[in-house]
């Protein structure tokens, strides 16, 4: 009565056919992962040192360290997130909370998704236009920052519209019919509960601005400079450029050099995400409905 | 109470209960050919009833009769929704609510409880005491002394006054529907609407609920829309049927319940022949 029919053993057959392939797919993803982080550990971890990280570049870039070019993409994605967070927030909540479903906002949206799509080398054209050239701002760290902060806006535009419509649409008419206007409804229940998907939006783009080489190289990067930036409008040395550099510009670079240098950039990378990840776990630890 | 002066001219004592000792009533809310449309869709049209102060308004009806449909119209809650469309008027506290030019103040004097409680995801104490908070009150001692009273009357005091501050959205469904009551007591409105609020709660808590209303009825107006017939006839002094978009008839719910119908389709509803 109990035994399995034909049917019962071919779901079952399928079932774990389907349970192979998927896992099988994973692991393909986290290979690459292993051994990208696998290889820059392994060649560039002996070269790491406080000194590598803390002293400028000497002998033509090919030794001494990486000072420079570290701090300068530390600031880069600084500039780029002061710059991109508040405007990509408030027109993500204008366009969640505020906007009618109209043909302006369609033409926005349309905008936001085209300008996501748009490559970074465009965008570093438009940074040398109108930031470098038209703003006078000339090729400085701030020009550069706020390239990226362009670059950024979609992703975060978009992230911040999906976590804020992740809210309940009850949590907002149980506040208006308190007789609260839009904004103590945004301020007070709708933001505090889309903090999350926001940082999630954060570390995509520090991500990006952290690894984007094209849009800085027209627009503040530089291929070397010895001396530390003294403001936003000095030209930087970073990270991504300087790979680059020591990786194709630059005769006679020992082979760790590189590595090193792409260890310190992944690892720039994770400790911004790092904060950005730990704030979130501690918001997500109060979570709520 | 209903604010004296905006309504001088408006107000119509109500003979029948006039008549039997009690002081006059007034009248809260009067619906004049009212209709709802979403879209092409029409929910609700040709309505015109009167709603006293202090008493417990029921409206009855089956599914798509309508009710939530004019609570929505009663606080303009059609803002929400942009394909929802309101005729007729509304006149609370003897004014067409379309010419409230403060829609906020109005709403602050109209309570809502949802049909699914909707514990915002603030602390207990926050959730009371947001409306007072958006009212501008400001001082700790007068928000502690609205937060503690207003639990109080929805019944809710005992079992959380010594969890004030955690999540309110994390309370049970019965307790999340009577911090939704307390909350929206704590805006001290003159109208409260009630839609279908036990459908998410256990009938223990329930009765707990209709004694708290039964209470409040001193101090407020309630609209009870109710899907639960008997629960009319527990609460409302007077019931209106709802079917089909349309408001078959309004009467004493007593009456009603004895019999003293106009409409034969409102007999056989509350006899549950349909519904």
Not at chain 1, 61 to 82: D, E, H, R, W, Y
Not at chain 1, 107 to 132: D, Q, T, Y
Not at chain 2, 231 to 241: H, I, K, N, S, V
Request: with cysteine; charged share 20%; proline share 5%.
């Amino acid at each position: 009565m109990f035994s399995p029919t034909a049917l019962n053993l071919r779901n079952r057959r399928r079932e774990r056919w389907f349970r192979s392939l998927f896992l099988l797919t994973t692991v393909i993803l986290v290979f690459p992962v292993v051994a990208i982080l696998g290889t820059l550990i392994a060649k560039g971890g002996p070269i790491l040192s406080l000194e590598f990280l803390f002293t400028e570049p000497r002998e033509g870039m090919t030794a001494g360290g990486i000072f420079p070019a570290l701090l300068g993409t530390v600031l880069l994605v600084t500039v780029s997130l002061l710059a991109a967070v508040p405007l990509g927030v408030a027109a993500a909540i204008y366009l969640s909370e505020y906007a009618a479903e109209s043909r302006f906002t369609r033409v926005i949206n349309l905008a936001i998704v085209n300008l996501a799509g748009v490559p970074s080398i465009i965008h570093a054209l438009f940074g040398l236009g109108a930031f470098v050239l038209f703003l006078d701002l000339g090729t400085s760290i701030l020009a550069a920052g706020l390239t990226l902060a362009i670059m950024n806006l979609p992703i975060l535009i978009v992230a911040t519209v999906e976590s804020l419509q992740a809210v309940p649409k009850a949590f907002r008419e149980a506040c208006w019919t308190m007789g609260a206007t839009r904004w103590q409804t945004i301020r007070m229940v709708v933001l505090p509960n889309s903090l999350t998907g926001i940082l999630t939006g954060i570390i995509l783009a520090v991500s990006r601005a952290a690894g984007e080489t094209a849009p800085i190289m027209f627009t503040g990067a530089a291929f070397f400079i010895p001396v530390l930036p003294e403001s936003v409008f000095d030209q930087t040395m970073a990270l991504s450029l300087h790979l680059f550099v020591v990786t194709t510009q630059v005769p006679g670079v020992p082979e760790a050099l590189p590595y090193g240098v792409a260890l310190t950039l992944v690892g720039v990378v994770l400790a911004f995400n790092a904060l950005a990840i730990g704030f979130r776990t501690h918001l997500r630890r109060r979570k709520k409905w | 109470m209903v604010t004296p002066g905006s309504d001088q001219g408006n107000t119509t004592p109500a003979p029948a209960i006039a008549e039997t000792g009690r002081p006059a009533t007034r009248i809260v809310l009067e619906v004049k050919d009212l209709g709802v449309s979403y879209g092409e869709h029409v929910a609700l049209s040709g309505v015109n009833l009167t709603v006293r102060e202090n008493e417990i308004f029921g409206i009855i009806g089956p599914a798509n009769s309508g009710k939530t449909s004019f609570l929505k119209s009663l606080n303009r809650m059609n803002m929400f929704n942009r394909s929802m469309r309101v005729t007729g008027e509304v006149l609370f506290a003897g004014r067409d609510v379309r010419r409230w030019r403060n829609v906020y103040a109005l709403r602050r004097r109209i309570g809502v409880v949802f049909p699914l409680p909707v514990g915002l995801p603030l602390s207990i104490y926050d959730n009371v005491a947001l409306a007072p908070k958006l009212a501008g009150v400001r001082k700790r001692q007068e928000l502690d002394a609205i937060v503690e009273r207003c639990l109080r009357r929805a019944a809710l005091w005992d079992e959380v006054k010594d969890r004030l501050h955690s999540l309110g959205s994390l309370l049970s469904g019965g307790q999340q529907q009577r911090l939704t009551i307390a909350r929206s007591l704590s805006q001290d409105p003159d109208l409260l609407l009630l839609d279908e609020f036990s459908i998410a709660v256990d009938p223990v808590t329930t009765m707990r609920i209709e004694d708290v209303l039964k209470e409040l009825r001193n101090e407020m107006t309630i609209i009870l829309v109710t899907n639960l017939v008997q629960q009319a006839r527990r609460l409302a002094e007077r019931t209106a049927f709802f079917l089909s978009g349309r408001c078959i008839e309004v009467g004493d719910t007593e009456a009603l319940f004895a019999g003293d119908v106009q409409d034969q389709r409102t007999h056989d509803y509350i006899t549950g022949r349909f519904g």
